[in-house]
């Protein structure tokens, strides 16, 4: 059996890129049982969907992408010339002490911002944010493709964490090292192509798994923007990005790779991308990290966060 993610657990899962090649096939063909049913008393309502029929429902232009993505996945997979022979971990982390944040005296760090580039290519080496759904994966499996759809398509092994991770709490994130991108796109949502193989060559660690990590944090969801601007719901979001940013207690804070990051819980879920960069600049100068932040090819918005940054970090500003 294969042990869950529960609420409110710090807990990790090992899996061979064999073993999830072998379970995305069982999540292709829909035979993991009791993960059909929806209905709030159903034994796995609080996980997200891991069979793939709602993928095959109601055929789409995007769902034609995505199935490439899946089926160059599969091929590479099982021919015996390119199957993947690693390891990766999928770690849930909890936290239940919170940094009081009036009293943090740490200064902003280090920020590269630019309007050019992708996390997952020019944030190599560094920790990848997922700008998750609080079930992640969000809807990879149905219509959805924004970044944390595009990201578990370029990288199927993530999907399988949606057979063993239970709904992220407030103070939850989870933390995938090793896993492998199969895939090379071009532009998002509506626009999202798949332009064919990506040969991975990042190096492995000790335990043969790839130099990659990607942390999901689900940003809230408000009904009314306005509401991002209250402080409860400010803390909120610092303590779900310090919980994400925050380093391995075995690690010295010297050897923390930098954040790549951009305009987490903006868009669909309409945060002010200003206050939400400030937020993760905040988590991150308490978790010792440096961050590289990707604007997606708006060159206002970094200018704007670049002269906000500057007049804080001149003025010798704290978090």
Known sequence: NIPLL???????????????????????????????????????????????????????????????????YFQVVTEESTVPRGLVTFSRCHMSTFTDWRSCTALLPNLYIT????????????????????MVGGGVLGNGLVQEEILFLINPELIVARLFTEKLGDNDCLKITGSQQYSKY???????????????????????????QIVAIDALHLKYPKEQYNMKNVHRELNKAYCGFKGDDNTHPDYYPAIATGNWGCGAFGGDPKLK????????????RDVAYFTFGDGHLQMEILRMYNFL??????V
Request: contains cysteine; glycine residues 6%; positive net charge.
């Open 6 to 72: 529960q609420d409110g657990q710090n807990k990790s899962i090992t899996l061979s890129q064999g073993q999830i090649a072998s379970l995305l096939a069982n999540a292709f063909y829909c035979t993991f049982p009791h993960r059909n049913a929806t209905h709030p008393k159903a034994e796995y309502c609080n996980y997200p969907t891991i069979n793939f029929q709602s993928l095959f429902a109601k055929w789409s232009d995007r769902k034609e992408q995505k199935f490439r993505a899946i089926f160059h």
């Open 115 to 134: 309007s050019e580039g992708l996390i997952e290519k020019d944030g190599q080496g560094m920790l990848q944010v997922d700008f998750a759904c609080n």
């Open 186 to 212: 071009t532009g998002y949502s509506d626009k999202f192509q798949w332009t064919g193989p990506h040969e991975d060559k990042t190096p492995r660690d000790e335990w043969q798994r790839r130099h990659r």
């Open 277 to 288: 960069a400030l937020i993760q600049l905040m988590a991150a100068a308490e978790a010792r």
């Open 313 to 318: 970090k001149t003025a010798g500003i704290t």
